[in-house]
C-alpha cells in the first residue's frame, strides 16, 4: 500500500494531526484531495502570490502534511490571493486555497493573527449596522490610485448616479437589518469583532 494511500486512511496519521484536524473543519468541502496530495508542485506553478511574496503552495501543504504546527504564524499563510488557480489545476482535487483559509482561522483561534485582519473592521461594522459591507477606509486611498479620477467621481455622486439610474435603495429594510443583527448575536459574530477590536486598541497604545 502506497504512503500516500495509507495516509489517506489515516493508517500512517492520527486523526489529531494538522492535516486531519483540517480535512474534518467545517470549512473543508467533503471532497477535499489535502491527504491524496503528491507534491507534484503544479500549484506553485499557477500560484500569483508565488509570483510576487515568498509564498509557496506546495510547501503550505508539505508543512500540513508533516504536522508542522509552525506554519500558523507563518506570514506566508497571509499572502495567499484567494484566486482558487491551486484548486483548478491540482490532479488530485486538492485545493490551497481551502487549506489557506482554515489555517488562518486556526491561527485566529490561537490568538495569533488577530492583527492581520484589524483593518476590516469597519466592513464587519458595517455589516452589523447596516447587513452590508463598505470598503475598509483603510483601503480608499489606494484605491483612488488605482482607478483614478472616475472612481472618486463615482464615490462622490454614488446616491445621484443610483437615483439618475432610477435603481433601488442599496440599503436593506429596518426588519432586515433587525434579523441580521439578531443573527450575527446569535453566532458570535460580534464577540469576535470585539476581540479583535482589543488588538487594535492594544496596538494604538503600543504606539503612544
Known sequence: ??????????????????????????????????????????????????????????????????????????????????????????????????????????????????????SFISFADSYIDRGLGVIPQEYRGQLSIDYGKHWDNLQEHLDEIRDELKLESMYLYPEAEDEIDQTLKAIGFKKRVDEVKKVRKQKQLGDE
Not at 30 to 38: F, K, Q, T, Y
Not at 69 to 88: K, R
Request: hydrophobic content about 30%; glycine content about 4%; overall charge neutral.
Open 1 to 118: 500500500m502506497t504512503k500516500i494511500r495509507r495516509r489517506e486512511l489515516g493508517e500512517s496519521s492520527h486523526k489529531d494531526d494538522l492535516a486531519h484536524r483540517i480535512k474534518n473543519d467545517i470549512k473543508a468541502s467533503p471532497d477535499l484531495g489535502l491527504l491524496r496530495c503528491v507534491q507534484c508542485g503544479m500549484c506553485a506553478s499557477t500560484c500569483p502570490a508565488s509570483r510576487h511574496s515568498n509564498y509557496d503552495s506546495r510547501v503550505v501543504i508539505k508543512r500540513v502534511l508533516d504536522n508542522d504546527e509552525t506554519i500558523l504564524d507563518d506570514e506566508d499563510i497571509w499572502n495567499c490571493f484567494y484566486c482558487y488557480n491551486c484548486q483548478s489545476i491540482c490532479p488530485v482535487g486538492n485545493s490551497v486555497c481551502e487549506v489557506n483559509q482554515i489555517l488562518r482561522q486556526m491561527a485566529i483561534d490561537k490568538k495569533e493573527g488577530k492583527e492581520k485582519i484589524e
